[in-house]
């Protein structure tokens, strides 16, 4: 005999991923193009404004010093007033500073603009973490981080295919092709935040969508892993300075590191096969439908399996793997083949990492705690997009910073294990 609980269950998660992950995910590629359209941009821009590799990567990289610094005030703040009116707000200010980036007449502006793009943005990411958790038991949420994240891939393959046909219209109406790369997509961000004041409800108690049996299931559920413990604001910021939260943070370091190092740095690799602009955004398709594949497959092994260190660990070290190996094959064809396969492996090791902190945080201490985690964990963005350009330079290898890359993703998976072993430990004594 069928179990009314599965049944329910099904239904109730089936509905809530079809009314708003599809949202969810059309404002993440959104957001995605518009942080990383700056490594099209730079293929042209570093000659217009007179600017060294390194001194754009360091401009490039002060998004996440704003990301940093706002990220958990900003989720704080979601937290309190509700997803709806904090997401359009990201949005359409977010979209008006990637408008003026089309207009950067030098490197200060460039340098103050990429800075306000992460003040803007921040608290995107781990707000829609955060609200995943008042929407998804625990576990359908590892699930759902990585559909929510394949937005990130297919964000990369689109902008790869806009970013070089938008750098060929170069000269069309006055303007170079870095304008427009950031001009069109800014538009979208700017139009779509509008829709998401209109349509996207705080919680499920505003979602008129929802039927009363299912609503009250969800709350049922989600009371009873929170151990029925009430969401308190008073003290939420106090989840940052939790063990657990800054473990996770520093481990959390390498993910972006390894991801941004490689995203940034992609379009300057193929461009250096001897390849044209749209050729260049053609081809970068590639890595990022392959992506899109891990984010979908790895979830969806782990929660039939049961999440362990190796879901998160073996794509980290498959990652380091493949782009090592990019730098010792002979011939652009085999170099580009492992810079696919080291792609997906080090996106894919995200979506379970992400399911680890909703396991010891609720409510607005998981606001918190999310948005730190991802605020120190997105410094390695600065990093990388500082790192791959200075190895660049010392070297004169445009394949030697993926060496580096490799050794920070070795270091971090070996920290997975020492960090999930932790969390059983304080698990285990919990009980």
Avoid at 58 to 69: N, Q, T
Avoid at 324 to 336: N, Q, R
Wanted: some cysteine; proline content about 6%.
């Amino acid at each position: 005999m069928p179990d009314p609980s599965l049944d329910i269950e099904r239904a109730t998660v089936g509905r809530v991923t079809k009314r708003l992950m599809p949202l969810f995910c059309l404002m993440y590629l959104i957001a995605y193009i518009d942080r990383q359209n700056v490594s099209y941009a730079k293929l042209d821009m570093v000659h217009a404004l007179g600017l060294t590799e390194a001194a754009y990567g360091f401009g490039a990289s002060l998004f996440f010093i704003g990301y940093f610094l706002f990220e958990a005030p900003s989720n704080l703040i979601l937290a309190r007033i509700g997803a709806r009116v904090w997401f359009a707000r990201i949005m359409f200010t977010w979209g008006l500073v990637t408008l003026a980036l089309g207009f950067t007449q030098n490197a200060t502006m460039f340098y103050v603009l990429r800075f306000l793009l992460g003040v803007t943005e921040a608290g995107f990411f781990p707000g829609v973490l955060y609200v995943l958790t008042l929407w998804y038991p625990q576990a359908h949420r590892a699930r759902m981080v990585g559909l929510f994240m394949i937005a990130s891939a297919v964000a990369n393959a689109v902008g790869a295919v806009l970013g070089g046909l938008l750098l060929d219209l170069d000269g069309t109406l006055g303007l170079a092709g870095w304008q427009w790369v950031f001009l069109v997509t800014g538009v979208p961000a700017v139009l779509l935040a509008p829709y998401v004041l209109w349509r996207l409800p705080d919680g499920p108690t505003q979602a008129r969508w929802l039927p009363e049996g299912e609503r009250v299931w969800l709350a049922k559920v989600l009371d009873a892993e929170r151990g029925g413990a009430v969401d308190d604001h008073r003290g939420a910021w106090k989840a940052i300075f939790d063990p657990r939260v800054l473990m996770l943070a520093g481990l959390y370091i390498g993910m972006p590191l390894g991801a941004y190092g490689l995203s940034y740095w992609l379009p300057t690799i193929v461009k250096s096969f001897g390849v044209s602009n749209s050729v260049n955004g053609l081809i970068n398709v590639v890595p990022w439908l392959l992506v899109a594949v891990a984010l979908w497959l790895v979830p969806r092994h782990a929660a039939r399996h049961g999440a362990s260190a190796w879901h998160i660990a073996g794509p980290c070290l498959l990652g380091a793997l493949a782009l090592v190996l990019s730098v010792i094959v002979p011939g652009a064809t085999l170099k580009f083949a492992m810079l696919c396969l080291a792609a997906p492996a080090i996106f894919a090791a995200q979506p379970v990492f992400w399911s680890l902190p909703p396991s010891f945080l609720s409510g607005p201490r998981a606001a918190a705690g999310i948005a730190a985690i991802n605020a120190i964990g997105n410094l390695g963005g600065f990093i990388a997009q500082n790192l791959v350009p200075m190895v660049r330079d010392a070297t004169g290898s445009i394949l030697a910073p993926m060496l580096a890359l490799a050794a920070v993703l070795v270091v971090t998976s070996v920290l997975v294990f020492y960090a999930m072993a932790r969390l059983d430990k304080a698990r285990a004594r919990a009980a």
